[in-house]
């Protein structure tokens, strides 16, 4: 089965780990893909894999998110490149973690400017277009950081729970153009931005996990496939915690 046949899904940070694993879900579902990342030769890798299955699935974009007029650029580019969007996927995030007493400026402004502004730009970039269409699926990736706060990540969890306040102003919206956005919170998940913690940290982060283990990239992918399936047609506005039962 095909769910996604005719549609087409923008994945930003899709150049890596639970991004990368969004875009292939979604292109196998029948998506075209605009598999967006920072560094050129990640989403291209990304792209070709995908192409590799499907020709002309997919096709790569490098750019930096935080940019405002260059997302908008490369959103103008894609809707001319694939014709329309019906999926918009915010993934692409950074950490930079300290404590609060000795977080930096540029720790705080480069964590926000990634994480909350640049999903407000993407989305910004492809509304219209959704609004003209009468019908689009935004999904921004949040954390568990941002839904309990976790020690070091002030700039990190402000990003994050951000992204449910922007989610859920945008979805009153644009509701009655047939546009649902909502929020997955990832628990801790086996990518590069975890393999980086310690054994200490990560055996602490496990303990506080009623699944008591981290979770797959795929986890993310299936969940973010199912809102953007038929099955979510009636839900917009809400966050979906995927993270071992970290946050009941
Ligand atoms: P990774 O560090 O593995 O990958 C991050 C991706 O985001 C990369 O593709 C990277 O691009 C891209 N990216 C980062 N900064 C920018 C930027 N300024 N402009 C464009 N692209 C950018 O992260 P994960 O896969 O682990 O995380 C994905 C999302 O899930 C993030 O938003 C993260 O906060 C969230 N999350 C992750 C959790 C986890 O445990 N892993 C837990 C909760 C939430 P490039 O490849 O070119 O460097």
New binding site residues.
């Given amino acids: 089965m095909s769910p996604f046949e005719n549609q087409v899904a923008i994945v ?9 694993a969004i875009a292939k879900r979604l292109a196998q579902g029948g998506a075209g893909v605009a598999v ?4 050129e030769s ?2 291209a890798r990304v792209a070709a894999e995908i192409n590799a299955l499907r020709a002309g699935a997919a096709r790569p974009y ?5 940019d405002f007029d260059a997302v908008q650029a490369i959103g103008e580019q894609i809707l001319g490149d694939f014709g329309r969007c019906d999926h918009l996927v915010n ?5 930079r973690d300290t404590l609060a007493m000795r977080m930096g400026s540029e720790d705080w402004d480069a964590v926000l ?3 909350l502004k ?1 999903a407000f730009n993407f989305t910004r970039a492809v509304l219209r277009a959704m609004v003209k269409q009468r019908t689009g699926r935004i999904i921004n ?5 941002g839904l309990m706060g976790l020690a070091g990540q002030a700039n ?1 969890a402000a990003s ?1 729970a951000g992204l449910v306040g922007m989610s859920k102003s945008i979805a009153r919206e644009v509701a009655s153009r047939g546009i649902t956005v909502n929020v997955v ?10 393999s980086v913690l310690n054994a200490e940290v990560r055996e602490g982060a496990r303990a506080q996990i009623p699944l008591a283990r ?2 797959a ?1 795929d986890d ?1 992918a299936s969940t973010v496939e199912f809102l953007c399936g038929p099955g979510a047609a009636y839900i917009t506005g809400q966050v979906l915690a995927v993270d071992g039962g970290m946050s009941m």
């Fill in positions: 930003t940070g899709a150049g890596r780990g639970i991004g990368e967006v990342s920072r560094t990640n989403s490098a750019v930096d998110v935080s993934n692409a995030g950074i950490t400017q990634t994480n640049g990736i949040s954390s568990v950081s990190y994050k919170a990832p628990g801790f998940i086996e990518t590069d931005m975890t981290f979770g990239v993310i």
